[in-house]
C-alpha cells in the first residue's frame, strides 16, 4: 500500500495595537499598514485558521524528498480556493460581455460557467470541486 507524507498548516493571527495621529481614518489605517514595527506583537490563538494541506509526497520519508503530487484543490485553503474562483468568474464574465458585444456566435462559454457556479457553491459548502468540463473520463 502507498505511503504518503502530508504537510499540513495553519494561520496563527498576530495582531498588535499601536495609535496613530491622522486627519482621516483612511489615513490612520495607511499608517498602519506601513508600520514595520512588530515589537509589541501578540498572538490570537482563539482565531487559529483553518487547516489545510501545503504538501504531498510519495513516501514515507521526510517532506520534501519524495515525488510531489499535486494537492487537490478542495484540501487546499478556503481563502486561496475563493480567490482562484474569483478569478475564474472574472474571467468568464469577461467573455460573456465580450460575446454579447462582438458580432459572433457565442465562444462556448457556457459549460464552463455551470462548473464555475458549481464550483462556488462546493467552495461554500467546503466540499469537493466538481470534475472541470474536459477532465472527465
Known amino acids: 500500500m502507498p505511503r504518503f507524507t502530508i504537510e499540513t498548516t495553519y494561520h496563527l ?19 498602519a499598514i506601513e508600520d514595520d514595527d512588530w ?4 498572538e ?21 524528498r519524495g515525488q510531489a503530487i499535486p494537492v487537490p484543490a478542495h484540501f487546499g485553503e478556503a481563502v486561496q480556493r475563493k ?3 474569483f478569478e475564474l468568474m472574472l474571467g468568464l464574465l469577461k467573455i ?21 457556479i458549481a464550483r462556488g457553491e462546493a467552495i461554500l459548502e467546503g466540499a469537493r470541486d466538481p470534475v472541470e468540463p474536459g477532465d472527465a473520463p
Open 44 to 64: 490570537d490563538c482563539e482565531s487559529l485558521g483553518e487547516t489545510h494541506v501545503t504538501g504531498i509526497w510519495e513516501s514515507a520519508g521526510p517532506a520534501y
Open 39 to 42: 515589537s509589541g506583537q501578540r
Open 96 to 116: 460573456i460581455v465580450g460575446d454579447t458585444q462582438a458580432p459572433r456566435p457565442p465562444s462556448g462559454w457556457l459549460g464552463k460557467a455551470e462548473w464555475a
Open 13 to 31: 493571527p498576530i495582531f498588535r495595537h499601536a495609535m496613530y495621529s491622522a486627519d482621516t481614518p483612511e489615513v490612520a489605517c495607511r499608517l
Open 83 to 85: 480567490a482562484a474562483q
